[in-house]
């Protein structure tokens, strides 16, 4: 079973259960963010979490081993077209020459790991029309000087 | 006086005067990401923030005018090829649907505004080394229905 | 059922009962544009219109929850390729630095929205030559300074 | 003299005098797109209205021959970047399909011209946020069956 | 029916016949060019040749309905990569500020409308090698200046 | 002298002595669109043309040397932007497949050549709306079968 | 049957019969190189040559007549990946400029036809490392003047 | 002195003394191919090579020197646009397949290279029209199998 | 049986009997690497090598053949988005100039070979987390001067 | 000073002086390959090794300061046209998914990092030829699982 088959039978259960991203996550003791991204099949679970997982959606164990499987990552647009994920395309692009700056500042030279990486969305309610918080933590990562 | 120039002369003087951008942006009372964006010419000041800048580095009324125009935004690469700047590309692509899935969960069919929008960037220590906490925050836009 | 599968099925339906996109968007009470564009899989209906939509043309409930489905908007080429299409990109090419211009110079410096838009098509009858006349209306969106 | 050049020129002396598009435009007789998209070199002023803008602005004569010239028309991104302009492009992306199938209902087979063509941008006031109205104006033309 | 599928049936049965698209235009009593490019799917018949083409064919009425649809016009590669249409995208790219001058020159500025537009492809008999003909003919477009 | 610098000495003098193409055409007993694709370098002249150019035009030996240089053909966009070039472009993707099905029903495999190769543009009055004839004549070149 | 088809059929023959390339084409009297192109689907043989080769691989008329088709010519990656195949493209530019030189000092302005064209594979052992020996013959096709 | 630099002094000179490639690589007693690419930067000679040009040409050391250095070779176009270069891409795109096939054939798995390699061009008399005749000769390289 | 379906064959078998990359290499005599490599469908082995891959595997001659043919090498991405593979391209960009400056030092004008070619990867032990060793290996090809 | 002219100082002084990367990188203590690469502005020096090149070569506190700053990291082409940097794009693209393989099979999910990560250039003395070996070692960065 690959991964796209595996993300449309979760979908298919996720659907028909009537759970929530946040809900499944936090059944599973884990972020909402990795765990929809690993059931899309952008990142792996290790075997309890992927097991968790299939019990809670009653999915088979072939599912349970593509959730853990190390996933081959893409995308299909170089730029994004859909709105929604070209905005963070776009702030990328607008604000890339700032986040370098600043990072360097008050980090040195190096990068933001996205491997060593978490990231959280959240509602932040608002009077004036409700916010979408993203924030990401990523572990700093100094150049090696050899 | 365009935007480039502006901001060579920007960060000359910043230069010579010894001045981060944390210690700029707390001086004319506005955010970091912001004022960096804005020196960097990504975005504009009103006529008071922009004069505040020049005062603190000792530059002409020209660059306090370039830094109230309205940017013409734009970037070098359709994909960014900085490590730092890319690590941001590849979170887009990797977590893209991601991102998605769990904004309509928790707000309906719309976007994360990115010009409604503003960003903060953190350093948070950690002993097994220091992370690097970027932090997004923008305005729900539900798609009209009309 | 997906968003392609559920065009098929309405335009399958509409060309039987041959109906036009405006009488259909009459009788559900929207604009001709956002419930063609529903049709086509780049907007989401409410519960209702969805229902409306799918009496009308005798399809059933599965359509109507893919009519609901936030979408996941794309489009086939970079550069539009079909004549009709490529004009308004050509317009956009063509035209885009007089509407940034105009813009700024009576809203300041920010944005028209492209999520709380609404958009009409409609024929000018014109004895030289009838004319296509697009009204695109789009929330002014100003860069948060923040 | 070139466009580019001409569009320098045109420029200093409008933000010299203090100067809007809208009463350029106005002063001259023309509409405010036309008018701004002939000094940015997207289009060709005849004799008179060249004169005219030459006059108001105290340009001498090569800035009014530049104006009357056939222009190339080019823009620098495929994708445009700059947030204001990429909207449209995404308008021309999200509701492509859709424009196409309302032309082709109301008009049959053939297209909206973007060269007899004409559009304006207008500000409509409004509580919940002031709205950008762009309504763009073209002749039909119909395929020629021969 | 789709276009494709039109195509594919349209060919089977011209082979079948052993019929030229030269005879089929004659047949219907239109040009070659048109009637091919209608037949691959690039423009639409009305519905009197739409007819007359599926008669001379013995197809049934859903490859005339097919015939008379508004096409979704494109292409494969953004370069044209057989041989023989590529000399004709490389006519474009060397001539093409040629064209421009001597249209403008002649005509002032506007465009050739590729919409109100007809060709021929001829057979010129040459002792020094046959010839290609191909005649190109289009309304001139003036820009509208409003 | 290269053939940039040779391009704008001659545009300068014929705008200075007000010549059209047309003229300088006649003048030097060849077609317009070859002189002009000549003196915009994308065509060389024989010694004896390219000095009868220099000498309706005062222009030096030099400028005779850069007109029979072997020209470096290219063009700036793959997909040309202004609206008169992509005219030409567009007809190439619209009916490309129609061109290649005709050619080789009339000749057999092979292609038009685009270096045997004559165009010409004229003017066709016409009550309708005056009409752009381009004429392409190509030698026929079948594919060797050896 | 199309031209992938008909490639898969040959290859299938070829293989249980246990051919080579060579032994084909010296079989039917043409170049290995036109008769793999022919096989491959990249030029047209003409009747008795798509016979003899059908005869040599039992394969009925179908494929005979797919073999006389006018190929349509096509390649998937605009730069080769495949090394072998983009060693080839490599040396067309790195040594672009130098063929254009001496093609240009030999014969004039003018191209080497692909059209027109022979090219063969051939084997020069060596003691130091055999080498692959490919020679291109093309038809010189000087510009027209006209 | 870089090679962009190097190249114009050679170009001068050869043209100011009137001499042909062929007679400079005659002169050096190399092949007319290496030697024009060595020119126009695209190889290095060896020193005594290096002298031997500039002796020839009346050029001083800083050119010997640059003629030495180890090139960055690179191309301005992915797809090559001049017509006599794009046939040389025209050729690898439609008979990649068919060189593949034949070198694997005749060698087995592996490559032609294109650092050990040679090429020439000659002029073959025809009275058909004379014939571009392009030789190439590469080491054939097995792949290491470890 | 193509390379694609050749591998699936192997993953699968490879995973019920649960053999790792390394064992199945040690088991041939083959290196990690090239087994891989190989059995991912991107190079060819040996009779005896592909016999003993399906041997170990309890796979049937048909994926024996197709362990031994020729590949046809190509990925899917013109720049890699997997963050893995991405490192690698990140690592020739970053440091192409210096790959070029440090072999140029030490070997002369010239290149390394992808072709016979070696790799290895390896596991280093490291109490600051442990590290991936990659070693390439290819023959030194200094450029033919002729 | 910006890095594009600190590293032209620095050739030129390392012409002059007649020294060699590796030379110099055993002068500061540092490796050949991070010391070339931060004299090509790839990478940034502390403040005494930056200070220490520049003693050794001669060059003023400006070049210094220029090697300490925290570079932008890009490079021309997306896929690079030099042939000894495309062979490691070459090598990355036909062994991707190998090297995928490998380190998930050695490591688990994660990969290698580009940022903790060196690299050496060695030449291997071989009969057969001598051999360029890179050696890369990068700290395995384990995806986060939060």
Not at 23 to 40: D, E, K
Not at 54 to 79: F, G, N
Request: proline share 4%; aromatic share 10%; hydrophobic share 40%.
């Amino acid at each position: 079973m690959n991964k796209e088959l595996m993300t449309a039978r979760i979908l298919e259960a996720k659907n028909a259960k009537g759970l929530t991203w946040e809900a499944m996550a936090q059944s599973i003791g884990m972020s909402p963010v990795f765990t929809t991204s690993a059931c899309f099949g952008s990142n792996s679970l290790t075997e309890d979490k992927a097991l968790a997982v299939c019990e809670m959606l009653e999915l088979d164990r072939e599912v349970a081993d593509a959730l853990q499987a190390c996933p081959y990552k893409s995308w299909d647009w170089t730029v994004p077209q859909d709105p929604l994920i070209y905005r963070f395309y776009e702030v990328t692009g607008v604000y890339g020459d700032t986040l370098k700056a600043l990072i360097h500042e008050k980090f040195g030279d190096g990068i933001m790991s996205a491997i060593d990486f978490e990231m959280a969305v959240d509602k932040e309610e608002n009077p004036a029309g409700d916010r979408v918080v993203v924030t990401m933590s990523g572990k700093f990562l100094p150049y090696k000087k050899w």
